[in-house]
């Protein structure tokens, strides 16, 4: 049984259900501290013999992992005359923390289906077959999404942070773009005392993700360049502070992507979408004023869940998420 005490002096233990290939009742296990899984531990995570540990669920919608080049644009507002430099961008994230117990992860190897299609999307398609036309069966990284429905969460339990791509290869040519090798990250996690228990964390490793396979370029239903998104590694982090009552606080954070969206698909051309430009991967507010587009670009979309694994040791006891 999942121990729902608000405090844990060891965790021995956490589990995240999800449908394993060829195996409805699979479930994948953390490492156990002290135990016999230490071969999965990341580098970071036996470091330093904390104590305490805990691992946690992050769910990201689309809207909310928001990745800006140098010069502020993204890589819809790119054209042939455009310089591109991948080194120095950016990605922003924003999402809910949650109990692994609560999240079960299901294969989804046929891509995206009729379900996957958001109110958004029928919108600007004008109706859901229209939407399906050019995205039924994209692949989502990592071949796995989260089961639906989603618990509402916890509005004092959330993720939150800034990557920055810190050295790049190869690219930039006619069919290819960089690779980042490299990147910086500032994160925080805030778990409860109405969302001032935070734990701040840096990160800046070696980070090797090729980008462009994530971009998939599509005119109407016709598929030009077909993305193939894949899951980034995972990376250790230090926790350098904590606030509330986690002053004081010491350990490191192991993260991992264990899900992803479908990568970004910039549609070129459309015979049966709506007129009004709009990005849908980054919409804010509804009325909010259109997105400049590269000309002849008509949106850019993503479906999907981003999840990551965020496992933390540390010195002082970790809550439970609800």
Do not use: W
Request: include cysteine; aromatic fraction near 8%.
């Amino acid at each position: 049984m999942h121990d729902r005490s608000e405090y844990h002096d060891t965790i021995p233990y956490h589990t995240i259900p999800y449908r394993g290939m060829g195996d409805d009742t699979a479930t994948t296990t953390a490492t156990m501290v002290g135990g016999s899984n230490n071969e999965r531990m990341l580098v970071s995570s036996s470091s330093k013999g904390y104590n305490y540990r805990r691992n946690y669920i992050a769910i990201i919608e689309p809207r909310n992992f928001v990745s800006l080049l140098p010069n502020g644009g993204g890589f819809s507002d790119l054209d042939e005359d455009s310089s591109f430099e991948l080194q120095g961008s950016s990605t922003i994230l924003n999402g809910k923390i949650y109990d692994p117990a609560d999240i079960e992860i299901v294969n989804r190897f046929n891509g995206v289906g009729p379900d996957d299609i958001t109110d958004e999307l029928i919108e600007f398609f004008g109706t859901k077959q229209n939407a399906l036309d050019p995205f039924g069966g994209v692949p989502f990284a990592g071949g796995r999404q989260p089961k639906q429905p989603i618990p509402p969460g916890d509005s004092a339990f959330f993720y939150h942070g800034l990557c920055v791509a810190t050295s790049t290869f190869g690219g930039p040519s006619s069919s290819t773009l960089p690779s980042v090798s490299s990147h910086s990250c500032k994160l925080n996690i805030c778990l409860g005392g109405g969302g001032f228990n935070c734990i701040a964390f840096y990160a800046g490793t070696s980070f090797v993700f090729n980008v462009g396979q994530q971009v998939g370029l599509t005119f109407g239903d016709n598929v030009i360049i077909p993305g193939e998104p894949s899951l980034p590694p995972p990376f250790p982090a230090t926790i350098i502070g904590g606030t509330g009552s986690f002053e004081g606080i010491e350990g490191t954070v192991d993260i991992a992507t264990i899900c992803g969206t479908t990568g970004l698909t910039i549609l070129i051309g459309c015979n049966n979408c709506g007129r009004r430009k709009r990005s849908l991967s980054q919409v804010e507010e509804e009325d909010s004023e259109d997105r400049r587009l590269q000309e002849g670009v008509i949106g850019d979309f993503k479906l999907g869940l981003i999840v990551q694994s965020i496992s933390i040791n540390a010195n002082m006891p970790l809550p439970v998420a609800p």
